[in-house]
Nanobody, 120 residues
Framework: VQLQASGGGLVQPGGSLRLSCAAS????????MRWYRQTPGKQRDLVAG???????NYADSVKGRFTISRHNAENTVWLQMDSLQPEDTAIYYC???????????????WGQGTLVTVSS
């Protein structure tokens, strides 16, 4: 199973970016999908998550600015980031709970990370 993240880049404060993460490989089912972010010297923090049924949760710091969504049939999750601020600068990682067969428990899989830089 591979998770391929994309969509990062340089944006000015107040701007928007949309991150994408597509899962591929031997996938039977994907449960919760998430976005994390990490800055140098700090731990990786949860930004947003979405269950297979569409229930969303967000870190307090991004509520009202970021929106997570997914397409179950395409094994894809997105993170729409609006009103970006310099403190949102980080490497963003996608994560998914993936079952590779009907009888197996899900495992965590990580994408490779995509850099978001918010600067004027």
């Amino acid at each position: 199973v591979q998770l391929q993240a994309s969509g990062g880049g340089l944006v000015q404060p107040g701007g928007s970016l949309r991150l994408s993460c597509a899962a591929s490989g031997s996938i039977y089912r994907i449960d919760t999908m998430r976005w994390y972010r990490q800055t140098p010297g700090k731990q990786r923090d949860l930004v947003a998550g979405i269950t297979r049924g569409g229930r969303e949760n967000y870190a307090d710091s991004v509520k009202g600015r970021f929106t997570i969504s997914r397409h179950n049939a395409e094994n894809t999750v997105w993170l729409q980031m609006d009103s970006l601020q310099p403190e949102d600068t980080a490497i963003y990682y996608c994560n998914a709970d993936v079952s590779t067969a009907w009888h197996e428990q899900s495992q965590h899989f990580w994408g490779q990370g995509t850099l978001v830089t918010v600067s004027s």
